[in-house]
């Protein structure tokens, strides 16, 4: 099955600085690779997500770079703020038929100010 | 958390007690999920459901029970043979089997002594 690795397990940054996660999956069919985003006490919320047929996806701050070659995806975060402290989580899965999301085992994200 | 809700939100019992945690949601989602949420674990899915009156079992559905009798309900009953119950669960739905974004329930962290 679907295996998904994600590093650093937690990763501190200055306001103002860049921030990068990184994933690697196992399955070569996962072709739906969304990124959540989990506040302290909260559910975690859907923050951006990307697909197989695109290598890259932007919004405003924050993109998601794929490479199916060497199955890793990532997600950057420019410009960080203190509000973009967090636990970020990174899944994986076969966009047919019904197939669970595959998490990472999430990252912890501090910006300091 | 956006049209799903999770009661309460802490919740303690003694070993030995069988425990229901609920999901309500009105989003008219025909997807429900149960997940456990453990310090560096990331999200293990326990059960989903696909539509009304159908579950499966996910990854760690050993000493948990569901029920899926109306399309907005999905509660999630922690057994005495949970060996170890306590952590925090996350309720999600989506739209379809086969769909994308899931989304997630503000949480139940139940506490075992």
């Known amino acids: 099955g679907e295996n998904v690795e994600q590093h650093p397990s937690t990763l501190s940054v200055q306001e103002g600085d860049s921030a990068v996660i990184k994933c690697t999956y196992s399955d070569s069919a996962s072709n739906y690779f969304p990124w959540y985003k989990q506040e302290l006490g909260k559910g975690p919320q859907l923050i951006i997500d990307i697909r197989s047929n695109v290598g890259e996806k932007k919004d405003q701050r924050i993109a998601v770079t794929l490479n199916k070659t060497a199955k890793h995806f990532s997600l950057h975060i420019t410009e960080t703020q203190p509000e973009d402290s967090a636990v970020y989580f990174c899944?994986?899965?076969?966009?047919?038929?019904?197939?669970?999301?595959?998490f990472g085992t999430g990252t912890r994200l501090l910006v300091s100010p | 958390d956006g049209g799903i809700t999770q009661s309460p939100k802490y919740l303690f019992r003694k070993e030995g007690q069988n425990v229901t945690l609920s999901c309500e949601q009105n989003?008219?989602?025909?997807?429900m999920y149960w997940y456990r949420q453990d310090p560096g674990q990331g999200l293990r899915l326990i059960y989903y459901?696909?539509?009304?009156?159908?579950?499966q079992k996910g990854d760690i559905a050993e000493g948990y029970s569901v029920s899926r009798e109306k399309k907005e309900s999905f509660p999630l009953t922690v057994t005495s043979a949970q060996k170890n119950p306590t952590a925090f669960y996350l309720c999600a739905c989506s739209t379809s089997g086969s769909s994308y974004e899931q989304y997630f329930g503000p949480g139940t962290r139940l506490t075992v002594t």
């Open positions: 989003l008219n989602h025909d997807a």
């Open positions: 459901s696909q539509i009304v009156n159908d579950f």
């Open positions: 899944a994986a899965k076969r966009d047919t038929g019904f197939q669970k999301l595959v």
